[in-house]
């Protein structure tokens, strides 16, 4: 990844609509442990009103760099509730939100994708009503479904990646059908679908078997296994991608022209300019790179135009591949200073690399092999596509 950037798409995200457990900060514990304390003589082990407490104290411990003793206490704290109110209380999501921080920062990945399983549950498991919250929830899940696959945690990701579409197109049917669903919400499940088709490409291989020098597949559905329907199912969403992300790219552009600000609306062509050039269609990108220009062409809009357009930009600049791993120290393992051409076509060319140590020159040349299979959005000078030189930026290898 380039110095210095990140993306939404991996790490916390927190659903509007509720309040977070407790509100003691890091100076708190001591007022919380007395709480506990008297509670727990008042009204036993299971008083109702002990799960706040016991989840600020939690916060206070995970503040602390305490993660063991924060994760007992957040786990305690939901026990109570489901005591008390039952396994699926609307009461925990704010606790159990907490918990989720609180697995991510200890990297226990294989906790934190069960516990993520619950969350969905609890917020709907992606059922109407569509409320602002469970849909926030439902994009929370998706992401972290995406960060599952990049991290790896299961031996073959097929099925999760399967998964992952089908959920998300269910979401998108219903809720393009539900006039009570605010735009702004279908465009984020439009933009989830679309990270998906990214990951997709980026990470499912269509294999295929051969009998000599003849493809072979199974005649009779006896002979197919559930995980060949599975990547059979991955082939083809894969092999249609460029147009299913464009299509749904388009529709939503097509349903905010109307209300959408000029900004929400050029960055939606953005998207699919970026969708186009990623795929080498270049004439496509170009249509809708115009647009960004000229739907921010008013003075006040120049300096987005410019930090959209300005320079050439790797892609996809959305996230999609980016992936810190949970609990890491978040230090890169080598950085990289690499000068490059980048032409109006988006290729790169003319590049130079610079390692300060000799550890670092099989990343070195990783690194520049990488870039020259990336396409680049390029840059818009006046409404047109054009080179640039000399371009100087530094890349992190982060795993």
């Known amino acids: 990844m380039r110095v210095g950037q990140s993306w939404t798409d991996a790490g916390a ?5 509720d309040a977070p457990a407790g509100s003691g900060g890091a100076g708190d514990d001591t007022l919380f442990q007395r709480q506990v304390a008297e509670l727990e003589r008042r009204d036993g082990p299971y008083s109702d009103s002990l799960a706040e407490p016991l989840a600020g104290l939690g916060r206070y411990y995970q503040h602390s760099g305490d993660m063991e003793q ?55 498991n992606g059922r109407p009503p569509y409320t602002d919250v469970r849909l926030r929830a439902a994009l929370g899940y998706l992401r972290w479904q995406r960060e599952a696959v990049r991290l790896g945690i299961d031996e ?5 990646l399967l998964a992952l579409y089908e959920l ?55 002979e197919w296994s559930q995980e060949d329907f599975h990547k059979k199912r991955l082939e083809t969403l894969q092999r249609d991608s ?11 552009i097509e349903r905010s022209a109307a209300t959408a600000p000029s900004d929400e609306l050029a960055r939606l062509h953005l998207e699919l300019g970026d969708w186009y050039q990623w795929h ?10 115009q647009q960004v220009v000229q739907l921010l062409s008013k003075p006040e809009q120049s300096e987005l135009l410019q930090h959209w357009l300005g320079q050439p930009v790797e892609l996809p600049d959305n996230g999609a591949f980016w992936q810190p791993r949970p609990g890491a120290s978040g230090e890169p393992l080598a950085v990289v200073s690499v000068r ?13 690399a610079v390692a300060s ?24 000078i006046s409404g047109v596509a054009e080179s640039a030189t000399q371009i100087q930026r530094d890349y992190a290898l982060i795993d």
């Open 357 to 380: 140590d000799s550890e670092k020159t099989s990343f070195t040349s990783r690194l520049k092999r990488k870039l020259r299979q990336t396409r680049f959005r390029p840059r818009w």
């Open 340 to 352: 490059y051409d980048v032409s109006a076509a988006g290729r790169v060319s003319n590049l130079e």
């Open 168 to 222: 998300n197109d269910e979401l998108l049917s219903e809720v393009a059908a539900d006039s009570t669903v605010p735009l702004a919400l279908y465009r984020d499940l439009v933009q989830s679908q679309v990270h998906n088709l990214y990951l997709l490409e980026d990470r499912f291989a269509p294999a295929v078997q051969k009998v000599g020098a003849t493809p072979a597949t199974p005649l009779f559905a006896s």
């Open 156 to 160: 073959d990701s097929s099925r999760r």
């Open 280 to 289: 080498g269609k270049d004439k496509k990108a170009a249509q809708q790179y």
């Open 70 to 124: 924060a994760l007992r206490l957040y786990q305690r704290a939901l026990h109570v509730v489901r005591v008390n109110e039952g396994l699926y209380s609307e009461r925990q999501i704010p606790i159990l939100r907490e918990l989720l921080d609180a697995y991510r920062a200890t990297g226990e990945i294989e906790l934190l994708d069960n516990r993520y399983d619950y969350y969905f549950r609890l917020y709907g």
């Open 13 to 17: 995200i927190q659903p509007r609509g």
């Open 242 to 252: 460029l147009s299913r992300g464009s299509d749904l790219l388009r529709d939503v």
